[in-house]
């Protein structure tokens, strides 16, 4: 029984069932509540400074402002980063089951505090976001979405081009970016980092068996005759006579047939 399922066993019965779908309503209602007092966001984002001095909400409150991102700042874009939320919460529980859902979404979120409170900046809950989207394209990969509302993308396909893109912002970002990224794509590494180790491992197992098996396969002729000697035959050599010699029963080619001996037609 792995680590998991221990705690399962022990803490299952404590896990929310559809925590996203709260969630998903808790950054509804802080959508609306921020289109009407707009200066909200400022008691509700994640500052280390302000949680230093006793702002201690402030390290749950930040979960639940919408994170749009290049959607439209309307309410057309939070109906659809709604839906978007609820929608992978449902498959992510789905597949996972409620417990395992749960201490993923309180692994990512402790991953952004930790990291905000080391480097001393304010991280947004998309990294967060985008560890739970890169989880539901493991299970459903060919889910499709519709980008701007039109453009149809496999989930497999837009889950590639998030992970080159947060590559390349790892790469070429500050150190206060790359701790933040690694510290929120803990609970995805955790959660699936041996299936992909174990998952690269055959694949290049399985790839090593097949360069082997090409580089020994040889086209198979079938060959009546073969001198004992030159190794050639009537099909590399089709004009060449062969002979049986009578004194040892191997089979020569007539440059090589001993000349002392006796042969018959092969």
């Not at 699936?192 to 040889?218: D, L, N, P, T, Y």
Request: hydrophobic share 50%; charged share 20%.
């Amino acid at each position: 029984m792995s680590l998991l399922d221990k705690m399962e066993y022990r803490f299952g019965r404590h896990a929310i069932p559809n925590l996203m779908r709260y969630i998903a309503g808790l950054n509804g209602l802080c959508f609306i509540l921020l289109k009407l007092h707009p200066r909200l966001f400022e008691v509700l984002y994640l500052s280390p400074q302000l949680v230093l001095q006793g702002q201690v909400w402030r390290l749950v409150t930040y979960m639940f402002i919408p994170q749009m991102g290049f959607l439209m700042p309307d309410w057309l874009g939070a109906a659809f980063y709604l839906y978007f939320l609820w929608w992978i919460g449902d498959g992510l529980e789905h597949a996972l089951g409620a417990f395992r859902l749960n201490l993923y979404y309180l692994v990512g979120m402790i991953g952004v505090t930790v990291a905000a409170m080391v480097t001393m900046s304010g991280w947004a809950a998309f990294m967060l976001n985008s560890s739970l989207f890169f989880a539901f394209a493991r299970f459903f990969p060919d889910e499709v979405i519709f980008i701007m509302y039109i453009i149809p993308a496999k989930v497999k396909w837009i889950s590639w081009v998030a992970a080159v893109a947060a590559i390349y912002y790892f790469l070429t970002g500050d150190w206060d970016y790359r701790l933040a990224l690694l510290a929120t794509m803990a609970n995805y590494f955790l959660f699936f980092g041996k299936e992909i180790v174990q998952g690269a491992r055959v694949r290049a197992e399985v790839a090593e068996r097949r360069r082997k098996f090409e580089k020994s396969k040889e086209p198979v002729t079938a060959t009546l005759h073969e001198c004992v000697v030159c190794h050639r035959t009537e099909a590399s050599h089709p004009d060449l006579d062969f002979r049986v010699s009578s004194q040892d029963g191997q089979e020569y080619c007539r440059d090589h047939l001993p000349k002392a001996a006796s042969a018959q037609k092969a």
